[in-house]
């Protein structure tokens, strides 16, 4: 009896190795190089025990075959496919955007009401018809609607800074000034973040931000796992988060519809749309565009968006690139320059800051540096042949992960001279920056479904380096790293640890 219990065992642990491992000989196969996997984890054995981020591991691909236009790996079980090649990465975002039209995440907009509703995670006719009815919010005119109150901000940002001349962890103080900046030009409040007693909204968003094992390996379960993460109740926002914006903007919504208060923020945008589909819903108004329904509930998740959106990545981004012009002397001196050459002809508008082109440079070479996302990850929506340089194509398979190495390949020496250097004079030819952008430079992704917020990102960034830069200059610390320590916690690229910094007063 207890041999046959022992056999059957033995049969039972055969047969479950084979199912895990029956996808393993997958890009041998069809003749693509691939990463060995291990068993269970596939290639994300290393980021699941929280030992190096995901998106070194795909870095780590990338330089383990520098010949190969694409690498195989696996999604714990799943084949899925680095692209190395920047004219594949070209056909994939632009060319041929249709085969590889939706993002690689699975969110329940059921389970998962606030992120399940993002324009990232949104797929098909949903994705397209929901990117055309939100990208007029952020065209170039509303921008620069907003941009008078981005410059209030960026002064009262100031102020606080000089009260704070003690060594600061940089990404926390950012945070600050982003949401703040959301909470005004997105969601029409005041959002107090300057004031350590009052700054509810910037602990909120620290809190969905947070960096951790937990956190990291929720987000893990979220993507890889989605039935069993919802069947164990995990959402991306906590449920006290969604309660403290539901309380704000309900209060928003109803001041406005009932004062019939206009003001020029998001939650305007969209209550302009729940308005004309009202229209639309009783026959007065025709639009291929607007949906005959939109509630208040959508209002509050668009809005809850904008701020989840508009907190993290850009505080991030600003976080980098003074933690550049601190290690950088000359570049800060040259870049401050500008800015008071800028600012002695009067106020800075939108227009005057797009011409800034020193401080252009200083962003997008940041952004190659530092990119906040280490990959673009994709999914083959329909079956597509990819030319490799072989004799034949490769065939991929309807619902493919593909993964496009950004990171690595803006830190690559074969198409960056010095790529480990902070150079943001690489940028000052505008033909050589196009080139640069040919599928070799992707901060905010490209094509269809790059990041709608590109540009009121970069303006919240260029207003606060002008206000910062004019008045006060930046030091390292004996805490600043001299090179990033990239946090394995984190979904973000991010140091260990934090950056910090010091703020003074401007000596000249």
């Known amino acids: 009896m207890i041999m046959n219990i022992g056999v ?3 049969i039972a642990l055969v047969l479950l190795y084979f199912y895990l491992t029956k996808n393993y000989g997958y890009w041998k196969k069809r003749g693509v190089a691939w990463e060995k996997p291990s068993l269970i984890f596939g290639n994300l054995f290393e980021g699941f025990m929280g030992k190096i981020p995901v998106g070194m591991i795909h870095t780590n691909m990338y330089q383990n075959h520098p010949t190969e236009k694409v690498v195989g790996w696996f999604k714990m079980r799943q084949p899925a496919l ?21 993002n690689d995440v699975e969110l ?8 399940g509703r993002n324009l990232f995670v949104l797929k098909d006719d949903i994705w397209k018809k929901n990117r055309a009815l939100l990208t007029p919010a952020f065209t170039p005119g509303k921008i620069k609607g907003i941009c008078s109150t981005m410059r209030e901000v960026a002064k009262e940002f100031v102020k606080y800074l000089k009260k704070h001349p003690e060594e600061l962890n ?27 007693s009052k700054d509810d909204m910037f602990k909120m968003g620290l809190e969905i931000f947070q960096s951790g094992r937990w ?24 449920d006290k988060v969604l309660a403290f914006f539901d309380t704000v903007l309900r209060d928003v919504i109803v001041y406005r519809q009932e004062k019939n208060e206009i003001r020029m923020d998001f939650v305007q945008f969209l209550l302009d749309i729940k308005k004309k589909s009202e229209q639309v819903a009783n026959g007065t108004l025709e639009s291929s565009i607007l949906p005959s329904v939109y509630t208040n509930e959508d209002v509050l998740s668009g809005c809850i968006m904008f701020f989840i959106e508009s907190f993290e990545t850009t505080a991030l981004s600003l976080t980098h690139i003074l933690y550049f012009l601190a290690k950088n002397k000359h570049v800060q001196e040259k870049l401050r320059q500008e800015v008071d050459g800028a600012l002695n002809e009067g106020e800075l508008t939108y227009e005057k800051l797009n011409q800034l082109s020193y401080l252009n440079c200083v962003v997008l070479e940041t952004g190659r540096l530092l990119p906040v996302f280490f990959t673009l990850n994709k999914i083959c929506t329909e079956r597509y042949e990819m030319d490799v340089g072989k004799s034949t194509p490769l065939v991929i398979e309807k619902g493919t992960p593909i993964t496009l190495p950004v990171y690595a390949i803006h830190n690559d020496p074969a198409y960056w001279e010095e790529p480990e250097s902070f150079i943001p004079e690489r940028f000052a030819n505008k033909e050589d920056a196009e ?7 992707l901060p905010f992704g490209e094509g269809p479904r790059m990041c709608p917020g590109y ?17 006060l200059e930046v030091f390292p610390t004996g805490k600043t790293p001299d090179k990033i320590d990239y946090d394995p916690n984190y979904f973000l690229l991010s140091n260990k640890g934090g950056i910090h910094l010091r703020f003074a007063e401007r000596s000249f």
């Open 8 to 10: 059957l065992l033995a």
């Open 82 to 102: 680095l692209v190395r090649d920047p004219a594949l990465i070209r056909q994939i975002l632009l060319n041929d955007f249709t085969y590889f039209r939706n």
């Open 108 to 115: 329940d907009p059921e389970h998962d009401p606030i992120f």
């Open 170 to 196: 940089v990404k926390s103080t950012m945070s600050r000034y982003t949401a703040e900046v959301t909470a005004r030009c997105g969601l029409g409040v005041e959002g107090n973040n300057f004031n350590d």
């Open 215 to 238: 956190n990291i390996l929720k987000i893990t379960v979220i993507q890889l796992l989605p039935d069993l993460a919802k069947h164990l109740g995990l959402k991306l926002v906590s």
């Open 435 to 441: 080139a640069k952008a040919n599928g070799i430079f």
């Open 455 to 471: 540009r009121i990102a970069t303006a919240v960034m260029k207003v606060a380096l002008v206000s910062i830069l004019a008045e």
